[in-house]
């Protein structure tokens, strides 16, 4: 293809992909399938490497996050981002229009309701369409700038979706995990045995903060809108205006909101509130009623840290009541025993609740919970069901203790429990339980991703000894593929399709074997960051304890878990017998070694007036990538100012301290060889396009 008709080819693919974005997380209503969308992507991914001058910071392709951050920035809000104050019953609701009343001289005001999403404050702001940052409530006043890590969430539009944008758009909403995106990321933390989130909000605080943006993409956060900062070249008079001005700019907002006349028809919004919650994809701790009409609002104004013309309603945390009919315990593939509560079914939160989660032995005993007992339930993050405490006040005195368990109930051996954690463990290695979990493990769409391996499979092959090992689906011989076939429920069809599905794995990056061998504290980030700096599998199973210390995020209780495992004696045979099968163990896409230190590593830069031929967003991302510290303000501490046209205050500063000034030219001059972080010597080239493909 030539260069005008790739030019053309990328223009349209990427307003298609921006516009099947916006049906999927701004309309919900898509109008194409993953695989074609995906069709697509790939397209536009290719050509982008084919003509590398024609990717832009804002393609689509751009929102997998490509470079690691070494910090945030703290920037001013334009407006101030304010909290809202509380009420928690009718009556304070309408003591609080009764004051606005009162401030205003007016007997009634109409009013604006809307969800409490329980997600992370943000701040977004367009300049001529543009998004240029994305920042955190902060202190109400600074935020942290969290634009790489924004840039990665789909249903946000790099560009407002119209052709005459304002000069300056700010908007503000709420960053959340979508309730099944949370119990899927629980799911892939338990399968690595890592601690699950808490709940929603706390996973996507977290999420928001990482300094690698590929992992923040993957983990897939969204956004919703409802509030406005600065706004300059388009007026808004009204909330139900903004809304609708949102919309029309492609801005995800919230599902449901309501209009109401006066207060008594806000009351009856929050009962509907309350009502729907269930239904929404986000978690809500409440309702907010805010004063309709901007010009109202202006007039009520503020308090030290809250406006006088909103409010939130709060609910109170959803409990049941119900009866433990007895603890089960279940074994997972690590050897940990985990008590779960077997209750009456109660209804809850929209659902009907028959389990509920005891954590360990410890908590079960710290908060005496026996079978027979009366217990109240929530559901924490109104995800997960948990036991809160025991109605001792209840007790017949039929109620059992539960006793920690002695034996593993999969397998009958002694447990084990360890003075440096709470969990109880069964330590033999052949306990069917076990075996069953670590092979659904190792087959799971996170790991190895092996079709037709799900829970009954599993059971089957484990139950009647076909296989014991991960190992074993690989040297299945060809008279236990035909037994295979005569078992109750399988046929020609399935054992074929299993067969190819094995086969078909051994294909896989070895990261994903590397997850799904199931060590402990490795999950799928770490294991894709482990094969990528060791090269491969073999130099790090040679790894010391100190040299993985070397990789990102490996601390000594990890390493010493990967070297525990790979010295095991089993856990050896297993691997050269999955070597021996055909499962690769090199790495093909390893990084190069790290280049020499670059003049900006560990530098503190600021950043002023109008740069020539690049922005001031993209040279920041540029210096974080190279390991400088991007600051607001000039001082003693600071090493460089990067200062272009209309610098002011700043740049007097500078020159009053003595600190070294660059403009874009000398700036862009000192940047490493291909603006490689770490790199060292003076660029050869300063393409531009080059240098943004970097931000």
Known sequence: ????????????????????????????????????????????????????????????????????????????????????????????????????????????????????????????????????????????????????????????????????????????????????????????????????????????????????????????????????????????????????????????????????????????????????????????????????????????????????????????????????????????????????????????????????????FEELARKDIRTGDWVEIEKAGEVIPAVVRVLTERRTGDERPVPRPEQCPACGKPVRATDDEVAVRCVNPACPAQLKERLRHFASRGAMDIENLGEAMVNLLVDQRFVSTPADLYELAPAAWERLKTCEGLGDKSVANLMAAVDRSKANPPWRLLFGLGIRHVGTRLAQTLTAHFGGLDPLFAASVEELQKAEDVGPVVAESIVAYFMDAQNRTQLERLRHAGLGFADTAAPAAPPPPNPFQGKTCVLTGVLEGITRDEAAALLRRLGARVTDSVSKKTDFVIAGDQAGSKLDKARTLGVEILDAAAFLARLPAGGEAGGGGETETKDLNDLRDLV
């Open 1 to 360: 293809m030539n260069r005008p008709d790739a030019e053309r080819r990328i223009a349209e693919l990427r307003r298609q992909l921006e516009s099947h974005n916006h049906r999927y997380y701004v309309l919900a209503a898509p109008e194409i399938t993953d695989q074609e969308y995906d069709r697509l992507y790939h397209e536009l991914a290719e050509l982008e490497q084919h003509f590398p001058d024609l990717a832009t910071p804002d393609s689509p392709t751009r929102r997998v996050g490509n470079d690691l951050l070494t910090g945030f920035v703290t920037r001013r809000h334009a407006v101030p981002m304010m909290s809202l104050d509380n009420t928690y019953n009718e009556t304070e609701l309408r003591e609080f229009d009764r004051r606005a009343c009162d401030l205003l001289g007016v007997p009634a005001l109409a009013y604006s309701v809307e969800p409490k999403i329980d997600g992370v404050s943000i701040s977004l702001r367009y300049e001529h369409g543009r998004l240029v940052h994305a920042l955190t409530r902060g202190n109400g006043t600074e935020g942290d700038d969290v634009t790489a890590n924004v840039r990665t969430i789909a249903g946000v539009p790099l560009n407002l979706r119209t052709p005459h944008p304002p000069a300056v758009w700010e908007v503000r909403g709420e960053v959340y995990l979508a309730r099944r995106r949370f119990l899927e990321l629980n799911a892939e933390r338990a399968a690595a045995d890592e601690a699950p989130f808490a709940n929603a909000r706390n996973a996507a605080a977290g999420t928001l903060k990482l300094f690698n943006p590929r992992e923040v993409a993957r983990r897939r956060l969204q956004a919703v809108f409802y509030g406005c900062g600065e706004i300059s070249g388009a007026t808004v008079s009204s909330q139900a205006e903004l809304f609708a001005q949102l919309r029309e700019l492609g801005l995800p907002t919230p599902t449901l909101t309501w209009q109401a006349a006066e207060i008594g028809g806000a009351w009856a919004a929050i009962q509907e509130v309350a009502e729907k919650r269930h239904a929404l994809p986000y978690d809500t701790d409440g309702a907010v009623v805010k004063v309709n009409d901007f010009a109202r609002r202006a007039a009520l104004g503020a308090t030290a840290k809250a406006p006088r013309w909103a409010i939130a309603y709060k609910f109170a945390a959803e409990k049941a009541v119900t009866r433990l009919r007895q603890v089960t315990v279940q074994v997972g593939r690590t050897g940990a025993l985990t008590p779960v509560a077997e209750l009456e079914p109660v209804s809850l939160a929209g659902s009907t609740i028959s389990r509920a989660t005891l954590h360990n």
